[in-house]
């Protein structure tokens, strides 16, 4: 019989299933109440605006150019209307500035083979979005904690990747409701990352998936604006701003983007090159053509539905949680994080609450580099209408308080 593991790369041994996509399966069965999907509620999609698209996309001379193979950097238009809407961010870049992949997922693998050797050291947030580890494992790193707006000084950070036979190369970093706490830093966290990554000589990399997505309280300025400001042109910019489609238009056409600097677009035109060739461009075309016709009146849409399941699942967790419990209070995205009294475990909690509770969420230790946050979980409401909110969380709140005794 032949033994794979022996031929395969030692890269592979970091592969892990997700446990969010397995719990995605949970979504076929009616008798859970499932929180666990961070995807957004189908029902919102502009389905009507897609079919249109398509369908005039096909009854003109372009559909020879969207059933065609194209440039590498993405389509044309589409980037255009990025550079408008960077501008209004406060991000003045140019087209070649801009560019298309499949899915910011697809950009966090390129920024991870671009910029980490084995046992060079990635700074993540603890807790940090599963997604992203999961791109830079296969590139073998190591893992210290970032804390924006913390007291680490970059000799610590040097010495200790040092000891682990690499080098510090980025810090990643989700800044407005990031998956999976809902939390956003603080303009003066933003600022110390950016002194940060300036002392210790690295990139930035700005996960902005659910940027668009704020429900209330004040915008702050994204990371590389900050930079801009200070810097004066993109191009003296370390900061990587990575953006997608899929919370606000369509998830499943895989349209996402990176701006940056042009040197690092670059190099990741020709990692394009060499892995798919280019993003779907008849996707491309359809998502620019529904943005430049209704992307504000879309986001604006969606705000106001999550908008009122974010309320509905704070009001519930206030209700229903026993002591000892709390619970981040995000001004947007689609997630909120739940801590337990120390000593319990979410994922034992989990196989409880599907057994009897009938209520699915994804536990909180996967979301750690170093595999600590047992006592915590992640709940999303994105997918929830309020009856389902409030009988899931009732049920959940049950079970904690047997739980906790």
Partial sequence: MLNWDNMFATRSTRMRASEIRELLKLLDRPDIISFAGG??????????????????????????????YSVSEGYKPLREWLVKQMADLGIPCALDNVFIV?????????????????????????????????????????????????????????????????????????????NPTGETVDRDGREKV?????????????????????????????ILALEIAEKGHINDTRTIYCGSFSKTLAPGLRVGFIVANAPVIRKLVLMKQAADL??????QMAISEVAERGFDAQVGKVRAVYSQRRNAMLAALEKYMPSGTSWTKPEGGMFIWVTLPEGMDGAKLLAKSLESAKVAFVPGQAFFADGSGANTFRVSFSCANDQMIDEGISRLGRLIAGEIG
């Fill in 39 to 68: 995807i957004p509620d189908p029902a919102l999609f502009p389905d009507k605006e897609f079919r249109q698209a398509y369908a005039d996309i096909f009854d003109s001379s372009a559909v020879n150019s969207a059933l065609q």
């Fill in 102 to 178: 499949s899915g910011s997922q697809q950009g966090l693998d390129y920024l991870g083979k671009l910029f980490l050797s084995p046992n060079d050291t990635a700074l993540v947030t603890w807790p940090t979005y599963l997604g992203a580890l999961q791109a830079f494992n296969a590139y073998e790193p190591s893992y210290d904690q970032l804390t924006p707006g913390g007291n680490r000084t970059p000799d610590s950070y040097r010495e200790a990747a040092a000891q682990k036979g690499g080098k510090v190369k980025f810090a990643y970093l989700s800044a407005d409701f990031s």
């Fill in 194 to 222: 950016l002194k940060l990554a300036e002392e210790l000589d690295i990139a930035v990399i700005e996960d902005a998936a659910y940027q668009s997505l704020r429900y209330d309280g004040n915008p702050i300025p994204p």
């Fill in 278 to 283: 280019h993003s779907s461009t008849i996707n």
